[in-house]
Structures are given as C-alpha cells and as structure tokens.
C-alpha cells in the first residue's frame, strides 16, 4: 500500500485550491453521509488523487476545513447521489442555507455539483460513485454510475426540504 499523503504533500499538490495551512487531515474508509455532511453546513469536493489515495476537501463557510483521503477504486457509503440534480458550483452556497433552514428534516441525498469554470489544478482521473438507497435502483450499467472530475463536489440535500 502507497504511504498515506502527509500534510505538506496536499498543500504542495492542491496550493491552488487550499486556501490555508490550517485543516484537518481524516483518513477514512467511506465519506460522511448525506445527513453527516448537511449536520456540520460542509459541502465535500474532490479534490484529485495523491499516491493513490482520493483526496476530499470538506468545506465549511467558503474554506477547506478538513481534508478526508481514502484509498479503493470505487467510492461506497454514500445513501444517495442524486443524478438529476447536477448543479453549477456557484449554486452550492443556496443548498447550504437551505439545509441551514431545515435543521429538523436531515439531508437524504446528495446532489453533484460541477467543477468550477476557473478550476486553476490540470486534470487528474475523475472518481465514480455508487449509490446505496432504498428509494433508487442501483445502477445496471457502468454508464449509470455517476462520474465526476476533480473539482467536482457534494452537496447534502432533501427533497422535503421543499415541502
């Protein structure tokens, strides 16, 4: 198994989107849930590989507070992507206020959220997801596994939020 990034490998590669030197570093076998992610206000992006370990930033308030790395092929534990929801990363902040709004209800699902237009890092492998709900089928094929690059990200979200 490749070593574990140290703190000063994730500034060196991801300078350019890191804002600060002071994060947290998680190592961890799944990313958080849907209703974990919309309990801290955090949206999750990622962020690209690093000795083939997955970098995740968490972000919280407009900055990377914690960096989740995790080494497998296919990211698992997520309840939901929402597939139809893919939305502009400027809109990220509207979700977060809207969760902020529905403390009560949690976050079921998540939506993919597009990489910014000005993403400054140069391409890297992008990251499938699958998806573990009660209320959508699983995937049938490879091309019904949501697929994103880095720069992409997560947002918790609920559609009863709406109701």
């Known amino acids: 198994m490749n070593p574990k990034p140290t703190k000063n490998e994730i500034l060196e590669k991801y300078r350019d989107v890191i804002d600060a030197d002071d994060f947290d570093i998680l ?6 849930t849907p209703k974990q ?23 919280q308030f407009g ?3 914690t960096v989740i790395i995790f080494i497998g092929g296919i990211v698992s534990g ?11 990363y400027d809109q990220v902040a509207q979700y977060i206020q809207l969760g902020s709004e529905h403390k009560d209800t949690p976050a079921t699902e998540y939506v993919l959220l597009k990489t ?5 890092l140069p391409p890297d492998q992008p990251i499938r997801f699958t998806m ?7 995937p049938q094929s490879p091309s019904e596994i949501p697929e994103i690059p880095p720069g992409s990200g ?4 609920s559609g009863n939020w709406y109701t």
Do not use: F, M
């Not at 190592?27 to 958080?32: E, G, V």
């Not at 573990?132 to 699983?138: G, R």
């Not at 997560?154 to 979200?157: G, L, M, Q």
């Open 27 to 32: 190592y961890a076998d799944q990313l958080p």
């Open 37 to 59: 992610t919309h309990r801290e206000n955090a949206s999750l992006q990622y962020l690209g590989t690093l000795n083939g370990w997955y970098v995740w930033a968490k972000c």
């Open 63 to 65: 900055r990377v507070v």
């Open 78 to 88: 997520l309840e939901a992507i929402n597939k139809y929801g893919h939305i502009g």
């Open 116 to 120: 910014p237009d000005n993403w400054p």
């Open 132 to 138: 573990t709900t009660t209320t959508t089928p699983p």
């Open 154 to 157: 997560i947002a918790p979200s």
